[in-house]
């Protein structure tokens, strides 16, 4: 009986597991982080900018292991609602990876900012200091946001 009861659980389990994209797409994304490319670095080392192939790649979720890791990747899959899937998946990660990229240009424009502010603290009017450091201000309220 107990047996039977697992097996049912698991298959639940897994049929949500399956059914969900989002979910397969980030499991098999942990699994190649975790599994996948310590194992291939034991061998040979990832660097930036190395080429990936993967034949079959579903949703592309060991690939974008590869992506994050600095690699560039391309997934050759048949399967026409998996290739959607990738391509959505995709375009999520572009997107988060934008926002990652204004988020780190915005925090760097702010340092020098406030660096050229301090360094010409002298030559400047404390009235353009203020309206400075409200912009500054401002802007970390974004960055924070």
């Not at 204004?102 to 702010?110: D, F, G, K, P, V």
Request: proline fraction near 2%; glycine fraction near 6%.
């Amino acid at each position: 009986m107990t047996f039977q009861f697992t097996f049912y659980i698991c298959n639940i389990i897994m049929y949500e597991f399956h059914q969900n994209k989002q979910w397969y797409f980030d499991m098999q994304t942990e699994n190649a982080e975790s599994s996948v490319l310590p194992f291939i670095e034991s061998y040979i080392p990832l660097t930036t900018g190395l080429n990936v192939l993967e034949v079959g790649s579903a949703e592309g979720g060991v690939l974008r292991a590869f992506v994050k890791k600095g690699c560039n990747g391309v997934g050759v899959e048949l399967v026409q609602q998996r290739k959607e899937d990738a391509e959505k998946f995709g375009e999520e990660d572009r997107k988060k990876r934008e926002l990652v990229e204004a988020n780190n240009r915005l925090e760097s424009t702010i340092y020098q900012m406030e660096t050229m502010l301090n360094d010409n603290k002298d030559k400047l009017p404390e009235a353009e200091q203020d309206t400075i450091k409200t912009l500054l201000d401002e802007a970390r309220s974004v960055k924070n946001n």
